[in-house]
């Protein structure tokens, strides 16, 4: 109920519904930036807790874009509901630019959207059936979002409400105390899908020892950065979603688990193995940092960290799973040596 509640707010900053303290959210916070783009998350009790449920407005906003100023090209479901992350996730694990607006890609002789490097064949074909599904936007008008749970299209709390009640609290709990890892990793990723590592904000919060900061972003070091903005682990979800394919790309939590953690059979077991070897590498790596002052003296420590942490639990996954492990594990260390390798010869 208070997640459906403080959507409200989050409908009406969208909406640009709002007198004197919606002004002085867009001068202080947004300045000029999206709501569902923005990442600053210093600042009021209220902002925070803005920024921290913002992106569940997702599951029922439609938008319908005008001239596409206000809507995220890959992030924002503006394509019959869909986010284009999802529907090509080959060719959004390579772009350059995740969060660039429609109104940036849409040019007068077509979509141009960069990519980090020439598109293989797969990908062009991905590329095209792409530009065959999406019109580019014709209207000069200003984006217009609605509310795909109510019949008139407004935002009503009963609705998110209900919504929220409905959606599976957790699904991935049950196969992650079923997947071949050690009990202590399983509590581990247990606490950190239910949000209760204790990070340097929620430490500062307790009082403890510490500034909550990161030392090596210099920004609040909450969950979600030790696991996924931080530079290390940015470093380690580029490795593997290089070495294991796209589908690995993950900037969000919740968004992650929920296309990837409600597989079945193989692919789930194997998935929580790697998953929770990246994980307990940042956490562990993190903990050298900011409890022993120790810092890895490459990047690609972590990525040998990580696969120690594989190979470590290798007996304990299915005999009839070990051939599929050992075939992530020998590209991931293939990737590994390739980077590894200017490094030792120098």
Known sequence: MNVALMLRWVWRILQGD?????????????????????????????????????????????????????TQFWLDPWLEGELLRFRFPRLFAICANPAVLVSAAALEDGWHVTFRRPLGPVEVLDWELLLAVIPLPTSAVSDNISWS???????????????????????????????????????????????????????????????????LCYLPETGSHILFSCVAAQALWCFVRESLGPEWEASDLADFLRVRATQVGLKCRLFWLVFAAMMWTLWTTRNKMVIEKVFPRRASDSFFKFLAFLQHWHPLVRTRDRGRLQHYLDALRAAAQRVSSPLLAA
């Open 18 to 70: 709002g007198g004197l303290w919606l002004q002085l959210i867009k001068a202080k916070y947004l300045r000029g930036r999206l709501l569902l783009a923005c990442s600053l998350t210093n600042g009021s009790q209220f902002w925070k807790s803005i920024q921290s449920i913002k992106h569940e407005i997702r599951f029922g906003l439609r938008i319908s874009v005008g001239d596409g100023s206000g």
């Open 149 to 215: 749970l109510s019949p008139s299209g407004e935002f009503s709390v009963s609705s998110a409400y209900l919504a929220l009640c409905r959606m599976p609290v957790l699904p991935w709990l049950s196969p992650l105390w079923k997947a071949p890892l050690p009990l202590k990793i399983k509590i581990f990723v247990w606490q950190l899908l239910r949000d209760r590592l204790p990070s340097g904000t929620e430490v500062l919060k307790r009082h403890g020892p510490g500034n909550g900061i990161c030392p």
